[in-house]
């Protein structure tokens, strides 16, 4: 079993999976609002004299929804919108664009009686019409002419076009692949892959694979791994194989047919964009490496971090302390950290803590400064990384971030969110994790008077320097 097993999705305080992961609430709240949506359009839209019906598609019928993990960021949720007509009858068939319409009409008809949605965007997309909810997240509506009697779709493009497309021949592939034992490793294998994906390509999103490119090429690798019988394998160990066929795959070729349709390639990545997708993978699958040889969980987890960043948890621990195998002498001293907690940025300290926050309101500025700078070795390149975790976070969809600089002894950061969330601090030096000392912050509303902070031990992790031989 891999290193960093259970921290995938295990038995961990804070795992990858469940870190990306919409809850069954938030998964209940999304089928809440598309149900009534397509309920509705059913109900408006037959009144153009065609049988109605919808489907659920993309990442939510395929089990691989993830959170959104950047503020800003959505949920996606694709409700397709099927118009039955027989397309021997040439006076019954309306074009793509008057079924466009009708369905961006509805939309907007809708939306008048829908204080959760913002704003139905307008003109609509090429291939979908989508409506903006309040709480993160848009349900798009691709809509389609559905030839009942040889169970054809093609989908209604804006600008005319009608485009071959049938979202469940793809669904039912996909299904069916690695068998049924398989499926749920599959799901996660999946969704693993799309966290690397939001978090990796922040400076380069024209470089960042899509959903359904990440889907299908992860579901053809494990169909070559393992075929359909029984895996049996850790996530983790699952990912480093998969993460070294893709690479192998993509640096061969960057074409991915579509499994239900060999003429269209599901590769968008436009060309002068995929240096720097392969650069990315490159990393991921350096990180696996890594992660592959590592000696105990602490190593492996912090060379995951190299790709998942912030969505990767650590183990549970104040710090982690590097010995040298040669000597078991540990490579430097783990470092304090003082917190000063202020009543705004630049404003009156209000509190100092050292190496973690007992309690803290919200809308507080906090300042993390190493103290004892001289255990540092010269030009360390020092990460500062926040994990956020509880439901808060959860429905800003804010699951962290990172700063890193070399000799960066001090960054500041805002409370925002109510939970027990993490500052991370970890040195290298050309590579090297030299020491981690984990920062827990408890945000609390309740709490607006700041208390004293009871002694108490650190518990520390100690890891190896270097790889498993
Ligand atoms: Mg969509």
Redesign the pocket.
């Known amino acids: 079993m891999g290193q960093a097993a259970r921290l995938f999705n295990g038995s961990a305080e804070q795992t990858l999976y469940g870190r990306v992961t919409p809850t069954s609430e938030q998964r209940q709240f999304l089928q809440d609002q598309w149900n009534a949506m397509a309920d509705h359009l059913k109900a408006k839209l037959a009144d153009w004299g065609y049988p109605i019906s919808t489907w659920i598609q993309?990442?939510y019928k395929y089990g691989t929804l993830i959170k959104p993990v950047h503020k800003g960021e959505e949920y996606?949720?694709?409700v397709g919108i099927y118009f039955s007509w027989d397309p021997q009858d040439a006076q019954a068939s309306p074009t793509a664009q008057q079924l466009r319409t009708w369905v961006q009409n509805a939309l907007v008809e809708y939306k008048q009686g829908v204080a959760e949605i913002t704003e139905v965007v307008d003109p609509a997309k090429e291939r979908?019409s989508?409506a903006i909810y309040q709480r993160q997240f848009?349900?798009?509506t691709?809509t389609y002419h559905l030839d009942s009697a040889k169970d054809a779709r093609r989908l209604a493009c804006l600008s005319g076009a009608w485009e071959d497309s049938d979202p469940k021949l793809l669904y039912k592939w996909f299904r069916d692949i690695v068998g049924s034992d398989n499926r749920e490793q599959l799901r996660r294998l999946v969704r693993y892959l799309k966290g690397w994906a939001a978090v990796a390509f922040e400076e380069t999103p024209e470089a960042r694979p899509s959903s359904i490119l990440l889907t299908v090429s992860t579901a053809e690798a494990s169909n070559e791994l393992w075929g359909a019988r029984l895996w049996a394998i850790a996530d983790d160990d699952a990912l480093i194989a998969i993460v070294a066929k893709l690479y192998e795959r993509f640096i061969r070729d960057r074409k991915v047919s579509n499994p239900v349709d060999r003429n269209e390639d599901l590769n968008r990545i436009p060309n002068d964009a995929w240096d720097a997708f392969l650069t990315r993978l490159a990393v991921l699958n350096d990180a696996a490496e890594t992660a592959h040889v590592a000696e105990d969980e602490a190593s492996a987890a912090l060379a995951w971090e190299g790709a998942f960043s912030f969505l990767m948890p650590l183990p549970e621990t104040d710090e982690v302390e590097v010995v040298e195998s040669s000597s078991e002498r540990a490579l430097m001293q783990v470092p304090d950290i003082d917190i000063g907690v202020y009543d705004r940025k630049d404003g009156s300290l209000l509190a100092t803590y050292r190496n973690e926050v007992p309690s803290v309101p919200k809308d507080r500025w906090l300042v993390f400064n190493i103290v004892n700078r001289h255990v540092v070795p010269q030009y360390a390149d020092i990460s500062w990384t926040v994990r956020n975790d509880g439901e808060e976070a959860d429905h800003i969809g804010d699951l962290g971030h990172i700063q890193r600089g070399i000799s960066m002894h001090s960054v500041g950061e805002a409370t925002a969110y109510r939970g027990k969330h993490y500052m991370d601090c970890v040195i290298r030096l050309n590579g090297t994790v030299f020491a981690v000392r984990r920062v827990p912050v408890y945000i609390k509303t309740d709490q607006q008077k700041l208390l004293t902070q009871s002694q108490r031990s650190w518990m520390t992790l100690r890891t190896r320097k270097g790889r498993r031989r």
């Open positions: 993309g990442s996606d949720v694709d979908c989508r848009h349900i798009d691709p």
